[in-house]
């Protein structure tokens, strides 16, 4: 064991109770017949790579199929520190193993290196990681059990490699399925700098683990052993991390600096830009871990292509059981049926399928909606103290709407702008919420940045109905405490100026699909309620431009 893997095995205790390398969900195991084979691929820079092969039953080695392929740091034959399996076989847990083989599809699930039973050191999406992704995708359409037809699918960092996948083009990728998938890993540890906070399931939901771990916790990933019964190299492969990689990886992903090569290099938002590739995306607008963010720059600059997306309200996972939607896996199959297997079938369902806040599901063309027009409000201003941790009116400035008088639609990304001074240690976040009747406030969004002269900030993603007689409520405040890690500046701040663009849309929507509601969802409207008292409620109120507010304009 090198002192690099030492150290990690030493520490993984104090993660474990946090239980950052359990499972995004629930295990399920593969549930049909399968024949399983096991291969090593090398990689051009020589780095050895382990993939599990899964085949319908009873056909022979050399029939061909269409092959579905998925790329993971999660696969390791012993699966988790956390959640060890106990059967030998492949690592399948929340794949759509089952579905692809009863359709007639060959399953390849391939380690990146580092992982599993794949040599080599991590890279966190970087240039080592994005060739595994290729390298597979080439090897897999090459075999002679292969039609030459690959399809990528995965959830959280299987989807992000095939969105890797995606933007190197190799020969043989016919689509890519991604859900929750990361597209610049910078955004998704910092927001202009600031760290976000990770949940510590299954202990909380709420964010408790800064994002500076995240590489450390990858590293305990990849130093995971392999079984007992697995080959010597695959063995080998498991626990051969080095003092060297883990020293840079630790340092490059604790930099919070967007700037550095490190970061620009792993940015696919513009190498994804004009891609053709079929693309099945979904991503959660409560996700809570690959936030609502860098996505839609991505699913905005595609080229032309059958591209699908379900966007809505659900977390860190598919659609599959966890969305309420009953028609996913059929949209999903034959997604695949059509551009992998190369079957004459038509996809069922809209191109884009969104879940509202409200509960209702809707078919759109585009997201945001081209109708969605960006209304300015400008807001209160005034002084805040950055020293978080304890709640205080010191530590807020509010604007509230008058009531509405018919519903107003949030549906896309708004911004703040504001004029402020204060030392540039301090950070100034904007919270947005759905204030009922009775003055209890939902959280629909938010977003963060240092203190400057102007500082911009870009909140996440959402599609939001705010009913009539609800009131928008907008709080300035210097940092979430369960969202984002902040060292306190200990100082005031003033807010010299401050204006929201809030995204409404322009026609009013009548939803056209079936649906129910997640359980992250019923989480969202226990846990991010705050009730708002009258010295909140009866001296922040201001007129604020909207379409439908029934006080003075």
């Given at each position: 064991?090198?002192?690099?893997?030492?150290?990690?095995?030493?520490?993984a205790?104090?993660?474990?109770?946090?239980?950052?390398?359990?499972?995004?969900?629930?295990?399920?195991?593969v549930?049909?017949?399968?024949?399983?084979?096991?291969?090593?691929?090398?990689?051009?820079?020589?780095t050895?790579?382990?993939?599990?092969?899964?085949r319908?039953?009873?056909?022979?080695?050399?029939?061909?199929?269409?092959v579905?392929?998925?790329?993971?740091p999660?696969?390791?034959?012993?699966?988790?520190?956390s959640?060890?399996?106990?059967?030998?076989?492949?690592?399948?847990?929340?794949?759509?193993?089952?579905?692809?083989?009863?359709?007639?599809?060959?399953?390849?699930?391939?380690?990146l290196?580092?992982?599993?039973?794949?040599?080599?050191?991590?890279?966190?999406?970087?240039?080592?990681e994005?060739?595994?992704?290729?390298?597979?995708?080439?090897?897999?359409?090459g075999?002679?059990?292969?039609?030459?037809?690959?399809?990528?699918?995965?959830?959280?960092?299987?989807?992000w490699?095939?969105?890797?996948?995606?933007?190197?083009?190799?020969?043989?990728?016919?689509?890519?399925?991604?859900?929750?998938?990361?597209?610049?890993?910078?955004?998704?540890?910092?927001?202009?700098?600031?760290a976000?906070?990770?949940?510590?399931k299954?202990?909380?939901?709420?964010?408790?683990?800064?994002?500076?771990m995240t590489?450390?916790?990858?590293?305990?990933?990849?130093?995971?052993p392999g079984?007992?019964?697995?080959?010597p190299?695959?063995q080998?492969?498991?626990?051969?991390?080095?003092t060297?990689?883990y020293e840079?990886?630790?340092?490059?992903?604790?930099?919070?600096d967007?700037?550095?090569?490190?970061?620009r290099?792993?940015?696919?938002?513009?190498?994804?830009?004009?891609?053709?590739?079929?693309?099945?995306?979904?991503?959660g607008?409560?996700?809570n871990?690959?936030?609502?963010?860098?996505?839609?720059?991505?699913?905005?600059?595609?080229?032309?292509?059958?591209?699908?997306?379900?966007?809505?309200?659900?977390?860190?996972?598919?659609?599959?059981?966890?969305?309420?939607?009953?028609?996913?896996?059929?949209?999903?199959?034959?997604?695949?049926?059509?551009?992998?297997?190369?079957?004459?079938?038509?996809?069922?369902?809209?191109?884009?399928?969104?879940?509202?806040f409200?509960?209702?599901?809707?078919?759109?063309?585009?997201?945001?909606?081209?109708?969605?027009?960006?209304?300015?409000?400008?807001l209160?201003t005034?002084?805040?103290?950055?020293?978080?941790?304890?709640?205080?009116?010191?530590?807020?400035?509010w604007?509230?709407?008058?009531?509405?008088?018919?519903?107003?639609?949030?549906?896309?990304?708004?911004?703040?702008?504001m004029?402020?001074?204060?030392?540039p240690?301090?950070?100034?976040?904007?919270?947005?919420?759905d204030?009922?009747?009775?003055?209890?406030g939902?959280?629909?969004?938010?977003g963060?940045a240092p203190?400057?002269?102007?500082?911009?900030?870009?909140?996440?993603?959402?599609?939001?109905?705010?009913n009539?007689?609800?009131?928008?409520?907008?709080?300035?405040?210097?940092?979430?405490?369960?969202v984002?890690?902040?060292a306190?500046?200990?100082a005031?701040?003033?807010?010299l100026?401050?204006?929201?663009?809030?995204?409404?849309?322009?026609?009013?929507?009548?939803?056209?699909?079936?649906g129910?509601?997640?359980?992250?969802?019923s989480k969202?409207?226990?846990?991010?309620?705050?009730?708002?008292?009258?010295d909140?409620?009866?001296?922040?109120?201001?007129?604020?431009?909207?379409?439908?507010e029934?006080?003075p304009?």
């Amino acid at each position: 064991m090198t002192v690099g893997s030492a150290l990690l095995r030493g520490l993984a205790g104090v993660l474990l109770v946090l239980g950052v390398l359990a499972p995004v969900t629930a295990a399920e195991p593969v549930g049909v017949p399968f024949q399983w084979s096991q291969s090593f691929i090398t990689a051009p820079d020589g780095t050895r790579l382990h993939a599990d092969i899964l085949r319908p039953p009873g056909i022979s080695a050399d029939t061909r199929t269409p092959v579905v392929l998925t790329v993971s740091p999660y696969r390791s034959h012993t699966a988790y520190l956390s959640m060890p399996r106990i059967e030998d076989g492949p690592s399948t847990d929340d794949l759509h193993v089952a579905m692809f083989l009863n359709a007639g599809y060959t399953y390849v699930i391939v380690d990146l290196r580092g992982y599993g039973g794949s040599s080599g050191c991590p890279d966190f999406g970087g240039p080592g990681e994005r060739s595994d992704a290729a390298t597979a995708v080439e090897w897999a359409a090459g075999q002679p059990w292969s039609t030459g037809r690959v399809g990528m699918i995965g959830t959280s960092y299987e989807a992000w490699t095939g969105m890797m996948a995606l933007a190197a083009k190799p020969a043989g990728l016919a689509a890519v399925a991604a859900f929750g998938p990361d597209v610049d890993p910078y955004s998704y540890m910092y927001m202009q700098g600031v760290a976000w906070k990770f949940s510590g399931k299954p202990v909380t939901d709420q964010g408790i683990r800064p994002a500076e771990m995240t590489g450390f916790e990858h590293l305990l990933i990849a130093s995971t052993p392999g079984r007992l019964d697995d080959s010597p190299e695959y063995q080998s492969n498991a626990v051969q991390i080095s003092t060297e990689c883990y020293e840079q990886l630790a340092a490059n992903t604790t930099n919070h600096d967007r700037t550095t090569p490190f970061w620009r290099e792993r940015d696919l938002t513009e190498q994804l830009r004009g891609n053709t590739i079929p693309l099945f995306v979904g991503q959660g607008f409560l996700d809570n871990n690959t936030r609502a963010y860098r996505i839609f720059d991505v699913w905005n600059a595609l080229g032309p292509g059958d591209h699908r997306a379900w966007f809505g309200q659900w977390g860190h996972s598919d659609c599959d059981s966890n969305c309420g939607a009953p028609d996913f896996d059929t949209q999903l199959l034959a997604y695949f049926d059509k551009h992998v297997a190369g079957r004459d079938i038509e996809v069922p369902g809209p191109r884009i399928t969104v879940g509202q806040f409200d509960g209702g599901w809707r078919s759109e063309t585009a997201w945001p909606p081209t109708d969605s027009r960006r209304i300015p409000i400008d807001l209160r201003t005034g002084t805040y103290t950055d020293r978080g941790l304890l709640p205080g009116p010191d530590r807020e400035i509010w604007s509230i709407s008058e009531p509405l008088s018919t519903t107003a639609h949030i549906s896309g990304i708004p911004t703040a702008t504001m004029r402020l001074s204060g030392p540039p240690t301090a950070t100034v976040a904007v919270e947005l919420f759905d204030i009922a009747p009775d003055g209890r406030g939902t959280i629909i969004t938010r977003g963060i940045a240092p203190v400057a002269d102007t500082a911009d900030i870009r909140m996440l993603a959402q599609d939001w109905p705010i009913n009539a007689g609800h009131r928008l409520g907008v709080r300035i405040t210097d940092v979430v405490d369960d969202v984002w890690s902040h060292a306190a500046a200990n100082a005031q701040v003033n807010v010299l100026a401050a204006r929201l663009d809030l995204p409404l849309l322009g026609t009013a929507r009548t939803p056209d699909l079936t649906g129910g509601t997640s359980e992250a969802w019923s989480k969202w409207r226990d846990q991010k309620v705050r009730a708002l008292g009258p010295d909140v409620l009866n001296n922040a109120v201001m007129p604020m431009n909207l379409p439908n507010e029934t006080g003075p304009r």
